[in-house]
């Protein structure tokens, strides 16, 4: 079983930086791809970023301004937000999962959120 705990995240003006935390434990052997999700209010599930070991994807919503930065000893991954705006508010997910996918159904394991508030 893996577990996932995410940390980091606040509130932060548009334009501003954030950066959260996504530490995994457990079945370490199964942790092939470590992601990204976002869930605004009334909202699905969404896809951010994903990386493998050697490979890094990102939502065309994101790509310029988000980083993911893997540490494949630790099995953590963290976020860099970077030009930060409203609609980027939204609770987000750190993801596990055994395939580089952009879908929520294809992660099997999840944290538990962490919220990203950006005022206008």
């Known amino acids: 079983q893996v577990q996932l705990v995410e940390s980091g995240g606040g509130l932060v003006q548009a334009g501003g930086s954030l950066r959260i935390s996504c530490a995994a434990s457990g ?3 199964r942790i092939y791809a470590l992601g990204w999700f ?3 209010p009334g909202k699905e599930r969404d896809f951010v970023a994903v990386s493998s070991r050697s490979m890094t994807y990102y939502a065309s919503s994101v790509k310029g301004r988000f980083t993911i930065s893997r540490d494949n000893a630790k099995n ?5 937000m970077n030009s930060l705006k409203p609609e980027d508010t939204a609770v987000y997910y750190c993801a596990s999962g055994s395939s580089l996918g952009t879908t929520a159904s294809e992660y099997a394991y999840w944290g538990q959120g962490t919220q990203v508030t950006v005022s206008s």
């Open 38 to 40: 976002r869930q605004a």
């Open 27 to 29: 079945g370490a052997f």
């Open 76 to 80: 953590t991954i963290d976020l860099q």
